[in-house]
C-alpha cells in the first residue's frame, strides 16, 4: 500500500485488456487499452478513457471509427506487439498481420477472440489527461469461443493501469 488511498483502491478495480484498433481512410493503427465498459442496452454503447496523447486519439478523432479486439489469456502474446506506442514503434501496423473489419474497416487482429466495431457517438474532454470515447457497436464476431474467465485482463498479466 502507498500513502494515496485513493490510488490504492483504484488499483483494486480489476481491467481487461483489449487492443484497441482504428481507421482514418488508409492509416490504421492499434493499442492496447482497458478502461472500457458498456455504458448502455439500448442502443449498445461502451464507454472507455482515451489517452489525449495517444496516436490512436488522433485517428479516432477523424476516422470517427474503432474496434475492440478481444484476446483469451492464452493468446496474450499476440498483443504484446501493441503496447508499444506509435512513436516507440512506428512500424507495428506494418508488421501487424489483421483483416479488415466488415462494417468499420479497422484491423481486427491475427489470434482475437472476439471483436466488437464502432461507430464514434462522442468524444467528450473531460479536463483531464484522458478523454471519454463513447462507441455505439455496429457489429461484431466470435472468431475463438471462449468463457469470459478465459480473457485476458490487467489482473491476469500482473499488470496495472490504475490509480
Known sequence: ?????????????????Y????RNGEDVNAMVAN???????EPRLVVMGLQKTSYTHSVIEKGRVFAIN??????KE????????RS?????MIEANYREAPETGCPILDGAAAYIEFKVVDLI????????????AVGAGILNEADVGEILTLPGLGWSYAG
Open 70 to 75: 478481444i484476446f483469451k489469456s492464452e493468446d
Open 19 to 22: 487492443a484497441l484498433t482504428s
Open 125 to 136: 474532454d473531460v479536463g483531464g489527461d484522458h478523454d471519454i470515447l463513447v462507441g455505439e
Open 1 to 17: 500500500m502507498s500513502d494515496d488511498p485513493i490510488k490504492d483502491a483504484l488499483r483494486l478495480m480489476p481491467y481487461g485488456f
Open 88 to 92: 516507440k514503434k512506428p512500424e507495428k
Open 78 to 85: 499476440a498483443m504484446m506487439p501493441f503496447t508499444k506506442g
Open 35 to 41: 478502461w472500457i465498459t458498456q455504458a448502455s442496452f
